[in-house]
């Protein structure tokens, strides 16, 4: 009763921010992203019988009670399905920082949907697998798929059509992403309550909601027709929507650090320049660039050259999350 999974994080061009129920984790909004293949989480996961309780090692160490905790409840939903109650041993590893707002939690439960529902020998579809990842998180979902992947808001009260679908494959198109890392060591507002205050208590929620059915339609097509600026315009819109929405929220939240801001700036500065790239920013100060791959190498020269940046990841898109052999 063992399995090991891979998948890999995925960053959102059209962003989830709300939830229409927090018990099931529904998203009130759908969201569009992209895998990204350079980074990932390998999880593997052994149901024992004779285990008191669950263990989770995250990235070579045990984790504290409030990650084993989301890990349990999670699992428990496995067990409850498979109809059994054995205790599992979970070792998962990140190869980029945990926990520096890199989607980590994504590939978390992406990985871990995969080799749990494996090790308890249920065989789910990559539908069904999507549906059990959001349960661990709202993007985790989108990293059962590779390439292009939409997130569905979904209409049931159960949730089992807020589910994750692919657009096209990590072949259609081949588009570079620059993971700029602003800062690998910060406490910021975590997602889920980030949400929770936006829909709390920002005047321009409910507008953030209704907006993103347009976003959501227009980027779909931009996808589909690989047409780059209209991906890189609507990107940077939904991005900076989804932070206005956040920084109206009471008290607001503010997300970017000093450095965040002059990415966007040179960003913009090499645009005006003649050269296509495009930013997006999730729950955190890193920037995430994105261009077609002719221009990488002299974005990443320019991206490079600005004072207090710790590092660049560089990646194309990626597949979904697959079992690994032993
Ligand atoms: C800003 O998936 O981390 O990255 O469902 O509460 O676990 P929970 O939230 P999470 O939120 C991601 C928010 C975002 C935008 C996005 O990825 O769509």
């Known amino acids: 009763m063992k399995a090991k ?43 024992l019988e004779k285990l008191k309780q669950d263990v989770l090692i995250l990235n070579g160490k045990e984790a504290n009670q409030k990650q084993l905790n989301r890990v349990s409840s999670f699992l428990d939903i496995i067990r409850n399905e498979a109809g059994f109650d054995y205790k599992a041993k979970t070792i998962s590893e990140n190869n980029f920082p945990t926990g520096a707002g890199l989607a980590s939690s994504a590939s978390a439960f992406a990985s871990l949907a995969l080799a749990g529902t494996e090790a308890a020998q249920l065989s789910y579809t990559k539908t069904e697998l999507s549906e059990l990842a959001r349960r661990g998180s709202g993007s985790a979902p989108r990293s059962i798929f590779g390439g292009f992947v939409e997130m569905k808001t979904g209409e049931l009260s159960n949730g089992s059509d807020a589910v994750a679908i692919q657009l096209a494959d990590e072949h259609h198109w081949d588009i570079k992403i620059m ?35 347009n976003d959501l339609n227009a980027m779909r097509d931009a996808i589909l027709n690989r047409n780059f600026s209209k991906l890189g315009e609507l990107a940077e819109f939904s991005c900076l929507k989804m932070h206005a929405v956040a920084l109206s929220a009471n008290p607001g939240i503010i997300y970017w650090n000093p450095i965040t801001i002059k990415c966007i700036e040179l ?27 002719q221009y990488l190498e002299s974005i990443k020269l320019e991206l490079s050259k600005i004072d207090g940046i710790n590092k660049i990841i560089t990646t194309s898109l990626g597949s979904g999350a697959i079992i690994m052999e032993e």
């Open 179 to 213: 993971v700029i890392i602003t800062s690998e060591n910060y406490k910021t507002v975590s997602s889920t309550n980030g949400m929770t205050l936006t829909a709390k208590t920002s005047p321009f929620y409910e507008q953030w909601v209704i907006s993103s059915q």
């Open 5 to 47: 999974a891979i998948a890999h994080p995925n960053i959102a061009l059209v962003k989830y921010w709300g939830k229409r129920d927090q018990k099931l984790n529904l998203p009130a909004v759908g969201s569009i992203s992209i895998t990204l293949k350079e980074m990932y989480t390998i999880t593997s996961v052994e149901f």
């Open 267 to 293: 960003i913009r500065k090499m645009r005006q320049e003649g050269i296509p790239v495009y930013f997006t920013i999730d729950a955190g100060p890193q920037v995430k660039a994105i261009c077609l791959p």
